[in-house]
């Protein structure tokens, strides 16, 4: 099974690079969180550094990849330069890349080549008005390079018998989402169901 490790950058306390009302914590946690999406309804295994709107350390980051055997780690950012001064967009690999991660790059960097930089009015109206478009480019890239198709979802095993396995049941929603959130830091898919 395919498993990624999505990291939304900056959160919490570190805005990152903000222009006037805009912050990319925000930016990126939302395309981030719309691809993940798009990408878990063709059965892609997803984990995530942040669920919300919290400051995660570089090192909590790093830990939390090397907690898990990632097929790939894709960190998403929102740059700036000088206000209205550049535009685009630019992709990064680690310097000690392979050839799996420079395929993913030159993808991701093919689907995007229009849209970009925080600090420059067009990107940002592109970034909201093709906010679809943008996250469905960027899942298919990934998809296209994990060999899968967006329209085809993995089918389920013939022969594997799958178990749900249940953390608790919390009459406090405070308590649950305390439990949830122990269940994802050990790098464990986890939600709230409510049954009432």
């Known amino acids: 099974m395919v498993r990624l490790c999505f990291d939304y950058g900056h959160g919490g306390k570190d805005p990152g690079s903000s222009y006037e009302d805009r912050k990319e914590k925000d930016d990126v946690f939302k395309i981030g969180k719309r691809v993940a999406n798009i990408l878990r309804e063709s059965a892609i295994k997803i984990n995530e550094t942040r669920t919300r709107d919290k400051t995660v350390s ?3 980051r790093s830990d939390f990849e090397k907690r898990r055997n990632y097929d790939y780690f894709i960190s998403f950012h929102r740059n700036a330069f000088k206000p209205e001064k550049a535009n685009g967009v630019e992709t990064y690999t680690y310097i000690k890349q392979t050839s799996k991660a420079k395929n993913m790059d ?3 960097q093919k689907a995007l080549v229009n849209i970009g930089f925080i600090d420059n009015t067009k990107d940002n109206k592109l970034f909201d008005d093709k906010f679809d478009e943008i996250a ?10 994990l060999g899968r198709n967006a329209s085809k979802p993995s089918p389920p095993s013939k022969d594997k018998t799958l178990y ?26 986890a939600s709230i169901i409510i049954k009432k």
């Open 58 to 60: 570089l090192k909590t």
């Open 106 to 108: 030159s993808k991701i």
């Open 136 to 145: 469905k480019s960027i899942s298919e890239a990934i998809l296209d390079q």
């Open 164 to 189: 749900r396995v249940m953390s608790g049941s919390y009459a406090k929603k405070d308590n649950a989402e305390k439990q949830v959130k122990k269940l994802k830091n050990a790098g464990f898919d």
